[in-house]
Structure formats: structure tokens, C-alpha cells
């Protein structure tokens, strides 16, 4: 599978943009929109009733996203079965972007909406309420998911969960690291790929997270979290972790998630490298969410399908296919997995630490980058 482009979201008075720079290695505040806010396009359609199937036929021709490429936890797979499930002549067009484009573009494009969706982390979802770029619709099956799992308003549902956790050339490295500490030591330094800035990557973000919970915080207290950044970062590789820079030997760790490492693992072991994927001890289990896009009208009924459908037993089993955890198994919603389609899982032996984030409602991505901003660079 490819690499995902760094997450990101609107931050701040809600007029200003984090815009990562990867050549300055920095991120910089830039006017996102300026003026007041003009009366919106797309406001006018009901999108509190039900989708009709036959206006949901004629709309689903192309069904256009954001940040949701075909290998993506196998959302080309879950494209082809919802066509097939509904009768559709469906053809998925993606534009790979981060979270911090894709609510961008969804406001920046109301008068002439192009996407109809977008995966972003779910740490981005209340940004996007607040930037009002998603509808207040939920679909049937988020009936089933808690608080901060889905839109407080409408909008956006978590779909599958990544662990933040380290991929290893362990050709290269002998001595591979168990637990997050491990990698402050100093025959590690240089070596670590990082996994973005947390103030625009939600893996990045999430992450930081992890880093809290493993050593004695959570999504309130980020103190710990901090702490270790500090140390940590000193230790990561100068230049942007790759697959291919994994592959060579030239950035043998990398931190990202345990299904994006998996896939990794199993590309490099096709080529004669040997590598795996190591949950460090404690980390989180982290959601993905599909948010749909408040101004496409016009595909208003297929957007509600897709949102409900991102949530039934045959999606939820065309990620677990993938090596990503469906949102419904690891919060024990009533979901039941083939053997088969846990496959490409590690053993669960391997995530005994791993924490289910009960209060995601309580962070999300504006805390984050202020911490980040004022404590770990600026502290």
C-alpha cells in the first residue's frame, strides 16, 4: 500500500491553517479563509430523511473522496462490495490529502462540492463540526457506537482502528526495541522514522497519545506525553520515514500503524527483507472515521448509504481483511469475525497493553497542537 500524506485539521480562531512544510521541516500559521464567514452553500437539502435507493443509483456513478485511497485498510474492497450490495455501477475517484485538506476543501469548494466523503483521523471529527463542513445526519448503525465514536451533530462515524507501533528492518536492527522507552537508547539515534508532526498527522497525534497512556496520563493529562516527546525527538532520522528508506536500511524503524506496518512487512518480505511489526508495550487503539461532505447535495442519498454501510458486518469485515481492527470488534458491538478474516492480525498476545480510549469526546486535535506548540517545542 502506499503511504498516507501527513493528517491535519483547522486549528485555533478557526480562521488559520496548519500548513506542513516538509522542506523546512516546521509548521507554519497561515490564513485559511479570510473575512467573515459568507452564508454557506448546502443548506437548504433535508439531509435529516432517510436516503432513497433510486436517487442513491443515479448519484453513486462516481462516487469521488478525499484521503481514501483503494489500499487503504482495503477501502477498495469495501467500494466494490457496497456497489454490489446495492446494484450500483459505482467508480471510486480518490485524491490522497490529509485531514487538514480535506476539511479545507470541503469549505472551500460549498458552491461546487467535488467530494462526497473523506477518511480523517478521529481526533479531526469535532474540528470538522466546528468548521460545520459535515451534515447533522448520523446514520442507523452509529446508533450503536458511544460518545465521541461518532458526530456529537451529525457527520462522521469512526470506521476502524490502527495502533500506533514500530515497524523494524530487523536485518539491520539486531537489538529490536519492545517498549517505547527502548527507543531513547543511544544506539537507536538517527534511526527512527517519525510519524509526523501531531500538530497536522493524526497518527502523529494519536500517537502522542500513546505516549501519554504508556507512561501514567490519558487524554486529559498529557503531562507524560510531553515529557517523553522531549526525548524522544532528538532520537528521530532527519530525513521523512519511507517504506523504501525502511526497505534500505537507511531509516530501519519506523513508527506508524500496526496494519499500515504489517502491510510493510509483507511488501519488504516479497523483496528478501526481513522485518516486523512491534506494539511497544502500551499503546491505543486509535480511530479512523469517514466523514461525508455537508455541500454535496447532489449525492446526498448514496453519502448517507456510505455511511451506514462503513458500519455493517461486510464492511467491518473487509477492513478486519486488511489487518485493521473494525471499530464494532474492539469496542464489542455485537460483531462477529470469521477466523479467515483476521488473517493478517497479530497474535492479541501482542496488544495485552493496548487501551481502549473510553473519553475521545474529552481531546481533540486544536489540545493537541496547542500542547504540542507550547509545551514540547516552546516548553
Given at each position: ?160 482502528v490502527g495502533v500506533p507501533a514500530l515497524v523494524v528492518n530487523t536485518d539491520v536492527v539486531k537489538n529490536v526495541p519492545a517498549t517505547w522507552d527502548d527507543l531513547l537508547k543511544p544506539e537507536y539515534k538517527g534511526q527512527i522514522g ?18 501519554s497512556y504508556a507512561h501514567g496520563g490519558d487524554v486529559e493529562n498529557l503531562d507524560p506525553a510531553v515529557e517523553f516527546a522531549k526525548q524522544l525527538l532528538p532520537q528521530y532520522a532527519s530525513a521523512e520515514a519511507s517504506t523504501e ?135
Amino acid at each position: 500500500m502506499t503511504d498516507r500524506a501527513p493528517r491535519g485539521s483547522l486549528f485555533a480562531n478557526r480562521r488559520q491553517v496548519l500548513k506542513w512544510s516538509s522542506a523546512a521541516g516546521a509548521v507554519a500559521l497561515v490564513p485559511a479563509l479570510s473575512g467573515v464567514r459568507v452564508a454557506r452553500a448546502g443548506e437548504g437539502g433535508d439531509w435529516s430523511a432517510p436516503p432513497d435507493l433510486a436517487a442513491a443509483k443515479e448519484q453513486a456513478t462516481e462516487f469521488v473522496t478525499y484521503g481514501i485511497p483503494d489500499d487503504w485498510a482495503n477501502y477498495g474492497e469495501v467500494f466494490k462490495a457496497f456497489a454490489a450490495k446495492n446494484g450500483f455501477t459505482l467508480k471510486h475517484v480518490d485524491t490522497d490529502m490529509s485531514s487538514l485538506e480535506e476539511i479545507t476543501k470541503f469549505d472551500a469548494e460549498q458552491s461546487n462540492p467535488y467530494a462526497i466523503a473523506a477518511d480523517i483521523g478521529i481526533i479531526f471529527g469535532p474540528v470538522a463540526e466546528a468548521e460545520e463542513v459535515v451534515p447533522d445526519y448520523l446514520p442507523p448503525n452509529a446508533e450503536q457506537l458511544p460518545e465521541g465514536y461518532k458526530a456529537a451533530t451529525g457527520g462522521w462515524v469512526a470506521t476502524f482502528v490502527g495502533v500506533p507501533a514500530l515497524v523494524v528492518n530487523t536485518d539491520v536492527v539486531k537489538n529490536v526495541p519492545a517498549t517505547w522507552d527502548d527507543l531513547l537508547k543511544p544506539e537507536y539515534k538517527g534511526q527512527i522514522g517519525s510519524p509526523g508532526d501531531p500538530r497536522t498527522s493524526g497518527t502523529a497525534a494519536t500517537t502522542f497519545l500513546a505516549w501519554s497512556y504508556a507512561h501514567g496520563g490519558d487524554v486529559e493529562n498529557l503531562d507524560p506525553a510531553v515529557e517523553f516527546a522531549k526525548q524522544l525527538l532528538p532520537q528521530y532520522a532527519s530525513a521523512e520515514a519511507s517504506t523504501e528508506l525502511l526497505e534500505k536500511g537507511e531509516i530501519p524503524m519506523r513508527i506508524q500503524y500496526d496494519f499500515n506496518g504489517a502491510a510493510a512487512v509483507a511488501t519488504l518480505a516479497e523483496r528478501g527483507i526481513n522485518a516486523k511489526v512491534v506494539i511497544p508495550g502500551v499503546s491505543i487503539y486509535a480511530p479512523s472515521a469517514m466523514m461525508i461532505n455537508k455541500y454535496n447535495e447532489d449525492k446526498m442519498d448514496v453519502a448517507k448509504m456510505m455511511l451506514d454501510y462503513v458500519l455493517s458486518d461486510e464492511a467491518q469485515i473487509i477492513f478486519a481483511e486488511f489487518g485493521a481492527r473494525p471499530i464494532r470488534s474492539v469496542l464489542n458491538l455485537g460483531l462477529e469475525l470469521p477466523d479467515e478474516a483476521k488473517a493478517k492480525w497479530l497474535p492479541d498476545s501482542d496488544y495485552a497493553q493496548v487501551v481502549v480510549v473510553e473519553d475521545f469526546a474529552k481531546i481533540d486535535a486544536t489540545r493537541i497542537a496547542e500542547v504540542w506548540d507550547d509545551e514540547v517545542l516552546g516548553g
